[in-house]
């Protein structure tokens, strides 16, 4: 059965529904947001995303809590996983959410502007049919963070990943991203 992408509102309202359903359980779910889902919810440079990709605490009792989640809203099984986790640095960057988003069951993180952009060059995918790829959130982020050259971005990525180097492909959607005067 092909689901809706799940917009701003469609995820506000999944999470707090987990929320919901961990504070029904006496337990906070710790909820590490990456990828489309920060795009869409906290910079709104995206209208939906396919899935929410996270990193849980208190994994075992959040995936018996996503799955009724995706039964009472009708999402995908998946629409909680954590597929990013090849993606993370070791030693990451991020900030708390307000709860008032989400209730008291949860508390939301999301990587910083710098992480993102460490970790979308880290996996620089190629947009396919179907798929936008990274290009695109990598471009928003150079333009947002106003990065003037590759080498600025390279020294953010080595921040994250400093035994890994920064794709040729990476380098060139920075380059296509920089607004030079």
């Known amino acids: ?11 506000t309202q999944a ?12 337990t906070t779910l710790e909820v590490s947001l990456y990828g489309g889902a920060v795009f869409t919810l906290v910079y709104g440079s995206r209208e939906a995303t396919k899935d929410v990709d996270a ?21 995908p099984d998946d629409w909680l996983n954590d597929h990013v986790k090849q993606f993370l640095a070791d030693k ?20 910083t502007a710098a992480y993102l952009l460490a970790m979308k060059l880290r996996a620089c995918r190629p947009p396919l049919p179907g ?24 020294g953010i990525y080595d921040r994250f990943f400093p035994h890994d180097a920064l794709s040729d492909a990476a380098k060139e959607v920075v380059r296509s991203a920089i607004k030079l005067p």
């Open 131 to 154: 798929y936008a790829g990274d290009y695109g959130d990598i471009r928003f982020l150079v333009e947002k963070m106003q990065i003037g050259s590759v080498e600025a971005a390279e």
């Open 55 to 75: 990193v849980v605490r208190q994994s075992e009792i959040a995936a018996i809590l996503a799955a009724r989640v995706s039964r009472e809203l009708v999402l």
């Open 92 to 111: 990451e960057a991020k900030r708390e959410l307000p709860q008032s988003d989400f209730g008291e069951g949860l508390r939301v993180s999301v990587p």
């Open 1 to 11: 059965m092909p689901y809706e992408p799940l917009s701003r509102a469609r995820i």
């Open 15 to 26: 999470l707090r529904r987990l929320g919901e359903l961990a504070r029904e359980q006496n």
